[in-house]
């Protein structure tokens, strides 16, 4: 008897999950808030490693797909000082597949393929222990039950409560993203600057990464160690610390408002690195948020949770890779289970598997932005250094 398996949430952790599962032939439902596949823009690009995302990849059926679609050049690196002179110069290793970047929309129109997915179904709350199963409640106001609801939406999951009374807590440090279009038409300095892959600066607690994306689209990062409401509070002092107990306030700023507070924050640096601001459209504000290091739940029947909703991290290239082998990994044990019994061993067996390893690599992510975000802009090309080291 087939079980009733539900996801919540068609990013990557989700769709993986389905798609492993749907190449079992065993059913899933796929909910999502979002009203339709583009509602909004999923943002920049990832690189999948060989023995995480790629492996997911490969469980899902897809590899060959993936390595048509991505961009083995993007693993390109480049660091300079903040007066623009060039400290590191990575090329691409045409016989390095490692880490091959792909955008993110591109991955997720994969990874949905054929997947019926149910758009615009946002989800209040999860209740197990119902005697029909685990009851999911919908902000339609309709509701179902289901044998197994994997939480895989996000950092403000609605699944987790279910299972943790935790919730991300502020970094100290902000991000400020926005995006350069037809670079190479338009930019075409900035187009040789960012290369094939990407360009990093790093000074005292700040940093800019601008990324290339396919057709000619390159997203812009700044980073810096600031209060929540810097950008809301002309008063606020960036380097005046964090409030990690605060939820992240509206917007108040305008894009050209913004943009001009950013650009205070860099004075002085290299007019080159100033311009992948000055270009930039859509500033976005974005705190980074995080879970607790090794975050673990007592087991609850029914209820599991995946990616971000399992251990929100700094992002430093390992969350989504964690999440889609996470996603391939419990798609695959839930397939083989016999029963409802057999389903609750194999879910209890995945997680604490999936806790030890994403323990190690949260540890890994917070000492990361640590060092990229520091009093001593060292630290940042140190930890590249050993990085492309190993």
Do not use: C
């Not at 539900?6 to 439902?29: C, E, K, N, S």
């Not at 999860?126 to 009851?135: A, C, F, I, M, N």
Request: no cysteine; charged share 25%; hydrophobic share 40%.
């Amino acid at each position: 008897m087939r079980q009733r398996i539900a996801v919540i949430g068609a990013g990557p952790a989700g769709l993986t999950f389905a798609r492993v599962l749907h190449r079992h032939d065993h059913p899933v439902t796929v909910f999502e808030r979002d009203p339709a596949p583009d509602a909004r823009p999923q943002g920049g690009t990832l690189d999948l490693h060989r023995n995480l995302g790629q492996l997911a990849m490969s469980k899902a059926g897809l590899l060959e797909e993936f390595q048509a679609l991505s961009r083995p050049e993007g693993q390109a690196m480049r660091i300079l000082d903040t007066d623009g002179t060039v400290l590191r110069d990575w090329p691409h290793n045409p016989d390095d597949d490692a880490n091959p970047e792909i955008d993110r929309g591109r991955l997720r129109d994969l990874l949905l393929g054929s997947l019926d997915v149910q758009w615009g179904r946002g989800v209040t709350e999860v209740v197990p222990g119902t005697p029909d199963g685990v009851l999911v409640r919908f902000a339609d106001g309709r509701q179902e039950t289901f044998d197994l609801v994997a939480g895989a939406d996000g950092a403000w999951s609605r699944v987790r409560p279910a299972v943790s009374s935790v919730t991300p807590h502020y970094t100290g440090v902000t991000t400020v993203e926005t995006s350069i279009d037809d670079v190479d038409v338009r930019h075409p300095g900035l187009a040789r600057l960012i290369g094939d892959g990407s360009v990093a600066v790093y000074g005292v607690n700040r940093g800019v990464v601008a990324q290339r994306n396919s057709g000619g689209h390159v997203k812009v990062y700044a980073q810096f160690r600031a209060p929540l409401d810097w950008h809301a509070n002309p008063d606020a002092n960036p380097d005046a610390g964090s409030d990690a107990g605060s939820d992240a306030g509206p917007d108040q700023a305008g894009a050209e408002t913004l943009r001009s507070r950013v650009l205070a924050l860099f004075d002085g640096w290299s007019a080159p690195v100033l311009d992948l601001l000055r270009h930039g459209t859509a500033f976005v504000h974005r705190p980074l948020y995080v879970l607790p290091v090794g975050h673990t739940w007592a087991h609850v029947r029914g209820v599991t949770l995946l990616g971000d909703a399992a251990h929100l991290m700094p992002p430093l290239g390992v969350g989504a890779n964690l999440a889609m082998l996470e996603g391939a990994e419990l798609a695959e044990a839930v397939a083989t289970a016999s029963g409802h019994d057999d389903l609750d061993r194999v879910v209890r067996a995945f997680e604490e598997q999936m806790w030890a390893r994403a323990g190690r690599w949260a540890k890994f992510a917070t000492a990361g932005l640590e060092r990229l975000v520091s009093p001593d802009p060292a630290d940042a090309i140190a930890l590249f250094d050993e990085v492309n080291a190993s």
